[in-house]
Nanobody
């Protein structure tokens, strides 16, 4: 029902920055909570950051907190992930994800669970060199 397309990945040196963008189709973007997940070779997909429908709350995985910032612009149907102070351990394919009408009772553990999300983008590669 919604298509997601990530962009902005690339190769960057440790300590550098990248800004990822996710463009969503349709008229109902503001009905979706949005998340960013990442998957390194040989590892499971893991939570990075999430944002509520209105953007009033955000959630972060511990290792990225203070370095990454998730934001959204509902007028432009976009969600972004600003990544600063990048480390080699951040190297992964980054995926944008969406879940419609998240219950009001959801908390950090709900937003960080990849199984809660229904729609996924194709991913964008982020490589951080030493």
């Amino acid at each position: 029902q919604v298509q997601l397309v990530e962009s902005g990945g690339g190769l960057v040196q440790a300590g550098g920055s990248l800004r990822l963008s996710c463009a969503a189709s349709g008229r109902t973007f503001n009905t979706y909570a949005m998340g960013w997940f990442r998957q390194a070779p040989g590892k499971e997909r893991e939570f990075v950051a999430a944002i509520t429908r209105s953007g009033d709350r955000t959630y972060y995985e511990g290792s990225v907190k203070g370095r990454f910032t998730i934001s959204r612009d509902n007028a432009k149907n976009t969600v972004c992930l600003q990544m600063n102070s990048l480390k080699p351990d951040d190297t992964a394919v980054y995926y944008c994800a969406a879940v419609r009408f998240p219950p009001q009772s959801w908390y950090s553990g709900s937003y960080s669970n990849k199984n809660r999300y229904d729609y996924w983008g194709q991913g964008t590669q982020v490589t951080v060199s030493s």
